[in-house]
């Protein structure tokens, strides 16, 4: 029981979000004609499209080490996209919800992504994967990119497992979980596919994170070790996902589609990964910065009075995890630092 009530947490927790079109400190580099990102999925890559009325990542503490105030990022500052964007040379892209609003920072590309969300609908109202490609969509219609733009265009997709809590706290139990994997591989695939349809020219999404390391799934032995058997559900989606995604890139020599690995990536920069030596110095590593008094409350909660129901580490820097699912600026860091080789192999 205990297990499926964390998995309603991390389903909640997974609005990841934020705001915000301008570069992101001290990160952005000049470079690079024109590349656009195009950032499809959930929390890990939102910047901003969650609604600010509900989402806690526009609560405080959120957004405390960048840009210093809440801004939608489920984070204390910086999320992947930030990073992958500073990676190709170019400022965050703006998050969708913000063309509503009238601003035109589109040289970047677009972040359509939305915290909680999966490839199919999940306990979250906001738009699935589907969704979010049909925003794309729309606005190729209408011609706010040309063939041209996207010529060196690059999508970055992010799921990091609300669909997998969602049939958690629906179905209740494992039972039908190889299946239910893969059907959301199936529909991710259909998704990767109707991007590049679209024109984008590489396309990168993220292996799964292991589920079991986080802090939802580690609370209940005082954060000391992952839970072995959701880190198996996350090794059985990263098989199928390896095999899909070689299967989508068969018959063309270029890899169009490429997979970020944020489970190598967590495992070492939480210092797991096996005969490698860590990269990091958090003190707990799989402890989190920002939690709630007791179970009923969670990181930026406040009650009636508008007292605070939850606490902050000191220091936001030593800590991996911001919050029971989302890395901290610092873990984000970490798992970038842990990426880059690679990156520079797929991304250019
Ligand atoms: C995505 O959401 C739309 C609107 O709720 C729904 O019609 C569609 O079936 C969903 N797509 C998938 C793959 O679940
Ligand atoms: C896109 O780039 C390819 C070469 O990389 C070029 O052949 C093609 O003409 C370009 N298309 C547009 C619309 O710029
Ligand atoms: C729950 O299980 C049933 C039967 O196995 C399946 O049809 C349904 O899609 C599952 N629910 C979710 C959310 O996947
Ligand atoms: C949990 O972690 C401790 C110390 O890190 C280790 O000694 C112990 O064997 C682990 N337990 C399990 C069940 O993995
Ligand atoms: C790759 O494509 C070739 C021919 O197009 C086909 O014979 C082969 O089975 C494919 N391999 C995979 C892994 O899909
Ligand atoms: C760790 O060591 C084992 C055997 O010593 C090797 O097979 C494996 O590839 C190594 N893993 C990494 C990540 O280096």
Redesign the pocket.
Known sequence: MAKQTYLIYFLLFLFLTISSAHEIGGLYRHGHGNRKLFVFGDSYADTGNCPKSFAGSWKEPYGITFPGRPDGRFSDGRVLTDYIASFLGIPSPLPYKGLKSGKKLLQFGINFAYGGTGVFNTLAKEPNMTTQINFFQQLLEEKVYTKHDLNSSIALVSLGGNDYATFMATNGSLQGFPTFTETVINQLALNLKRILGLGVKRIAVTAMEPLGCLPVATAS?SY??CS?SENSLTDFHNQMLQQTVKKLNNGSGDQVFVIIDLHTAFLSALNLQQNQTGISKFENPLKPCCVGVDRGYSCGNVDRSGAKKYTVCDKPQLSFFWDMIHPSNQGWFAIYSALQSSLHLQLY
Request: proline fraction near 0%.
């Open positions: 032995n000391r070790n072995e």
